[in-house]
């Protein structure tokens, strides 16, 4: 068998938010050895996005509640990319459950007018970007029922390596967090 057959093999049964989460952050880092070896490499940036999305995401409907039970003192990075987000709605409690939260609607719900306003941008906007901006505002049904004033919005410009330090931080917490749960 050729090296590395395996490692495409099957998640092993009841470890798949478990395995996931390690082999994003392996995947990642090969991502990154390979950048720091050959210019002509896979484009880590967007593979830093997909892999914000599928361990937001995909666990969501499984696992969404006990994550925000997860201990804030595990989320170093985080709490350090809470300090810049640029505006957070009124009633945040700023920690690293309400990051993700705005993190995983500004990934999930694509900007409507009618319903969620949310978005990802990325900063530069050219070939060459260096940071990613997540964009999470209320519905307008929020804003005219008064639940939020007009102009409310979450957002976060953050850069491609504090993204990377949050992503791996996350790896290794939703790691050992499911090896309980599952």
Not at 61 to 82: A, G, H, L, N, P
Not at 132 to 146: A, L, Y
Request: proline residues 4%.
């Amino acid at each position: 068998m050729e090296k590395g057959v395996n490692a495409m093999s099957q998640y092993e049964k009841n470890k798949l938010f478990q395995e996931f989460a390690v082999r994003t952050k392996r995947n990642l880092q090969i991502i990154e050895s390979q950048a720091l070896k050959n210019s002509d490499s896979a484009f880590e940036f967007t593979q830093l996005v997909n892999s914000l999305y599928g361990l937001l995401i995909l666990p969501q409907q499984r696992y969404y509640k006990e994550i925000m039970r997860i201990d804030q003192s595990k989320f170093i990075v985080s709490t350090k990319i809470c300090n810049i987000v640029s505006s957070w709605y009124p009633d945040d409690e700023r920690d690293a459950h309400c990051l993700f939260r705005h993190l995983r609607n500004s990934l999930s719900h694509p900007r409507r007018k009618t319903h969620y306003s949310a978005s990802l941008e990325f900063s530069p906007k050219d070939d060459s970007p260096t940071s990613i901006i997540f964009i999470d505002k209320p519905t307008q049904k929020q804003i005219t029922e008064g639940k939020y004033p007009t102009g409310t919005e979450f957002k976060l410009e953050v850069h491609h390596n504090d993204l990377k330090e949050m992503i791996f931080e996350f790896c290794d917490i939703l790691s050992d967090y499911y090896s309980v749960l599952e």
